[in-house]
């Protein structure tokens, strides 16, 4: 499903649904366990639950809504205290570089040739679900990036991202290969991991848009 927020609620689509738009619950709190973590949050109605079991074709799923996203805090080295998100599995934000996924997707590219195989079509940014996407520095400049200011907000980096499985899946078909991990294990690997992207608090409020100017701190 694809998610669109709105003023009013969150409206979903997918192929061969008709979209929902689903208003914010006012439901009583409910008891939930993620990432380890004991949470609560505000179920929605049992017609978007239908809707989005009919949408993935599993019947263990429940839409839940994070009504105080303050109620969890980090206890981990790279965290500060207040320090705090929803139902993200780390930080609330994720960077990602235009000008890194080009020199990955060069990679990617050059190993297929070595390998004696076809290069795929390079990836999209998309891959990565990142929420703020940055062109023009130099690739993977980001990593070092401590502090930055986007528009009006500044931001803390307190660590890259390290990637998962989910990033060989093509969100478009939901075909999977090997990339890009096999490329980002040859190239991005450190601390039994493979790294792209970077993660994001931020520490003023405000407004971002497209086209705001970037600034490292």
């Known amino acids: 499903p694809e998610t669109d927020p709105t003023v009013t609620g969150l409206r979903l689509s997918a192929r061969g649904l008709d979209p929902i738009l689903v208003a914010e619950p006012a439901s009583d709190l409910v008891a939930l366990r993620m990432f380890g973590n004991d949470l609560v949050g505000r179920p929605a109605d049992e017609e978007t639950n239908r809707w989005l079991r009919t949408a993935t074709g599993r019947e263990d799923l429940r839409l839940v809504w994070c009504d105080d996203p303050t109620r969890r805090t980090f206890d981990r080295d790279w965290a500060r205290p207040g320090d ?54 130099d690739p993977f400049a980001e990593d070092g990036w401590s502090a930055l200011r986007i528009g009006e907000v500044e931001f803390r980096q307190p660590k890259r991202v390290d990637r998962c499985v989910m990033t060989t899946i093509d969100p478009g078909d939901l ?4 990339e890009p991990i096999r490329t980002l294990a040859r190239h991005r690997l450190a601390e039994q991991a ?16 497209v086209g705001d100017p970037v600034a490292v701190l």
């Open 194 to 209: 493979t790294w792209f992207a970077v993660h994001l608090i931020p520490t003023t409020t405000g407004t971002i848009r």
């Open 84 to 137: 705090h998100a929803p139902y993200t599995d780390s930080c609330p934000l994720t960077l990602a570089s235009l000008t890194s996924l080009r020199r990955l997707n060069d990679w990617i590219t050059e190993g297929a040739l070595e390998r004696g195989e076809t290069p795929p079509a390079p990836l999209g940014i998309e891959r990565f679900r990142p929420n703020v996407v940055v062109d023009g520095a």
């Open 175 to 178: 075909t999977s290969t090997k």
